[in-house]
């Protein structure tokens, strides 16, 4: 079979996305917990039984990008993908075109998985656009209607809060992260349920009215990450839910670093 598929991986701090696009259509996608001591020949044994899974073999696959905030498994992900693949990713880093200019003090600073986010939704969603992404941690990142990354906030993630209550607090329990049935918990795991997940509601709403404020403008307001849907359902400030946002910014970056 003739090896035209693009693998795109995101290693985040607490989950790995991966995704294998052919063309611009999104085959196959995944969820691994991130464990930074896992070797490269152990993160492939889950790829290959995953690969196969949907029918997909090493030989389909002859291009790949990742973006990562675990430097230590960049060079991991790297070792697969020559040993198993024989492919040399491209990795979102200084340097490469992203379609979006970064207008922060220091743009060495801005994760890659924010940058490559941003140039997913300037594409797909033209702009201005705020990107909410509501994973490990809860980031807000600002992007004007000609490609540029103004900047942004970032805030502790939904699932950290929740655990943090349990940890620090010792008369509270750990609690499952769903919609709570109202605002006034009538016990303690409902009064936690409608403090974390109402309060991050509360939250974004705030951090959104102030990003428009201080634009000017109303601007888009994209949600990603695994708990976005949750969070959207309860607000109406939110205008698009793409859970694989981070993927395909990463295939339209590969796609602009090609030639």
């Known amino acids: 079979m003739t090896r035209t598929m693009l693998l795109v991986i995101d290693i985040g701090n607490s989950e790995t996305t991966l995704g294998v696009f052919a063309g611009d259509k ?13 070797t490269a020949d ?39 993908l020559e040993k198993y ?25 801005v994760g890659a998985d924010r940058i490559v986010n ?4 300037h594409h797909l969603y033209k702009g201005p656009v705020i990107v909410v992404d509501l994973g ?16 942004g906030a970032i805030a502790p993630g939904i699932a950290a809060a929740a655990e943090t209550m349990f940890e620090r607090a010792a008369m509270l329990p750990q609690i ?9 918990g009538t016990n303690t795991i409902s009064a936690m349920q409608s403090g974390t997940v109402f309060g991050y509601v509360g939250l974004v709403e705030g ?23 949750l969070i959207a ?16 910014g990463l295939r339209l970056i590969y796609n602009m670093n090609r030639a």
Request: aromatic share 4%; glycine share 6%.
């Open 26 to 38: 999104l085959r196959a996608d995944w969820h691994l917990a991130t464990a930074i001591h896992r």
């Open 42 to 80: 152990e993160y492939a044994a889950l790829l290959l039984d995953l690969l196969q899974s949907r029918k997909l073999e090493t030989t389909d696959i002859n291009m790949a990008a990742m973006c990562s905030v675990v430097p230590p498994l960049t060079a991991v992900f790297s070792a697969l």
């Open 85 to 109: 693949f024989a492919i040399k990713p491209l990795v979102v880093e200084a340097g490469i075109k992203t379609g979006v200019s970064i207008r922060m003090d220091n743009p060495r600073e």
């Open 118 to 121: 941003a140039a997913a939704a």
């Open 136 to 151: 490990t941690a809860t980031t807000f990142d600002t992007v004007s209607a000609e490609g540029e990354y103004l900047g």
């Open 176 to 184: 499952e992260l769903v919609k709570p049935q109202k605002a006034i």
């Open 207 to 229: 951090m959104v009215a102030r990003i428009q404020k201080e634009l000017g403008a109303r601007t888009k307001v994209v949600a990603t990450g695994g708990y976005a849907g």
């Open 233 to 248: 359902a309860e607000t109406n400030v939110i205008d698009a839910v793409n859970p694989t946002l981070t993927l395909t």
